[in-house]
């Protein structure tokens, strides 16, 4: 099991927090998904053999944000 920390600008609510947490823990692999809101950080846990960080990333970017 892996864990990132991505930096993701756009996030400004509750419902974006549920929008990314919602959309990411729906990958297979993804064990877990923790937003900090104020400081713009996602926690992710993953199997890197079933989700790569690049369908990760691509999954916020679909929700609008952007991943640094």
Do not use: P, R
């Not at 549920?18 to 729906?26: D, H, L, P, R, T």
């Amino acid at each position: 099991m892996e864990q990132v920390t991505l930096n993701v600008k756009g996030m400004s609510c509750g419902h974006c927090v549920k929008a990314v947490e919602g959309s990411v823990g729906e990958l297979a692999g993804v064990s877990s998904v923790s937003v900090n809101l104020n400081e713009g950080k996602v926690d992710v846990s993953f199997d890197a053999g079933a989700v790569s960080i690049e369908k990760i990333k691509e999954t916020i970017d679909d929700q609008g944000y952007d991943v640094e």
